[in-house]
């Protein structure tokens, strides 16, 4: 938990002297003991800038104006206060960690982005995470578009010691796919981690691909896929966004994992993503190595971005 928090700090207070982007100087947001007139300016320019986008950043304002209206905004410390509370109301319901019931089996995760955002590496740290929890893991190397992916996802699977299934570039996805699904039911494993495509010539073929690999896999299992995470680079701002309202409306997304945070010093794109999709987050990546993926705790990151000193 510490550990986690040092490095959430890390990431959100770069160069900021300890404190994040959004508390940096907060004291001189105050004239005495009153909220200067430009005050809620300041905040929302520095919301935008972190990439928390419109609807959050007017969400959040709101509810400090609503505070600043009823006399409850009056020291620095009230306002660090307030700040907290409203930033957990609009991430705690969206902090929900991905729980794998005992009576679906095969559980099967679609991972889905776009490429470069770090899909495989999520896959192969959740591949790793889920073994360490006594899982049984297979993973499909579905993304078959390029040569790479399969012998990225194949270094992966080899540092986790989780097995794999590919079939090489330019199979079919949706046939890897499905013979994952198939092994993993004959096997008796408890789960499918499924790479999928990233890049097809246009984004209307790769979203039209996702939902025929949906379709087959639907064969096997109504309900299935049982989780379909979708993979978005914190370092991209608003495109990470735009990218989960994309998918969203194309395959139906279940939970959203937020790479590279550790890249940035804004991250306010978790904000905006909370606002705008009201899908749960369940990951963070916070680094390269296998174990720097975090199961998100909007209090661990409040706590961030607000400091100690309330
Ligand atoms: N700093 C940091 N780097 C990350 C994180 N997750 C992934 N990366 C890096 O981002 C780069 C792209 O990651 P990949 O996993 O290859 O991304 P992908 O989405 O599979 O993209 P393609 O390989 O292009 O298909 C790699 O250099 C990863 O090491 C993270 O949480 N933090």
């Keep these: 938990m510490a550990d986690l928090l040092s490095k959430f700090r890390t990431s959100l207070n770069k160069s900021l002297g300890g404190d994040s982007w959004l508390t940096k100087d ?5 004239s005495g003991e009153k909220l200067r007139d430009d005050a809620l300016e300041e905040l929302e320019t520095r919301l935008l800038m972190a990439d928390a986008g419109l609807e959050a950043t007017q969400w959040l304002l709101d509810r400090l104006q609503a505070e600043i209206g009823a006399g409850r905004i009056k020291t620095e410390k009230q306002l660090r206060e307030q700040l907290k509370k409203a930033l957990l109301e609009l991430l705690q319901p969206i902090a929900k960690p991905l729980k794998i019931p005992a009576f679906i089996r095969p559980y099967i995760l679609f991972v889905v982005g776009v490429n470069g955002v770090g899909k495989t590496t999520t896959i192969g740290k959740l591949a790793s995470r889920f073994k360490k929890d006594g899982l049984s893991v297979l993973l499909a190397a579905g993304d078959t578009f390029r040569a790479a992916a399969v012998q990225q996802l ?11 299934l590919s079939q090489g570039e330019g199979a079919d996805s949706a046939s890897v796919i499905f013979d994952a699904v198939q092994s993993a039911k004959a096997r008796g494993l408890d789960m499918v981690i499924a790479d999928t495509a990233g890049r097809l010539h246009t984004q209307h073929h790769l979203m039209d691909e996702l939902r025929k690999i949906k379709r087959v896999i639907q064969k096997h299992d109504a309900y299935a896929p049982h989780e379909v995470l979708l993979v978005v680079d914190a370092t991209t701002g608003q495109n990470a966004l735009n990218q989960a309202i994309q998918f969203h409306e194309a395959i139906g997304l279940t939970g959203i994992a937020v790479t590279k945070l550790d890249g940035t010093a804004k991250g306010g794109i978790l904000l905006a993503i909370a606002r705008r999709m009201a899908l749960p ?6 680094g390269e190595a296998v174990d720097d993926l975090e199961v998100f705790d909007a209090e661990i990151y409040v706590e961030s971005l607000i400091g100690s000193s309330t």
């Design 26 to 30: 907060i004291g001189t947001l105050f």
């Design 154 to 164: 194949t270094t992966w699977s080899e540092r986790s010691g989780v097995p794999i």
């Design 281 to 286: 987050i369940r990951y963070v990546g916070l």
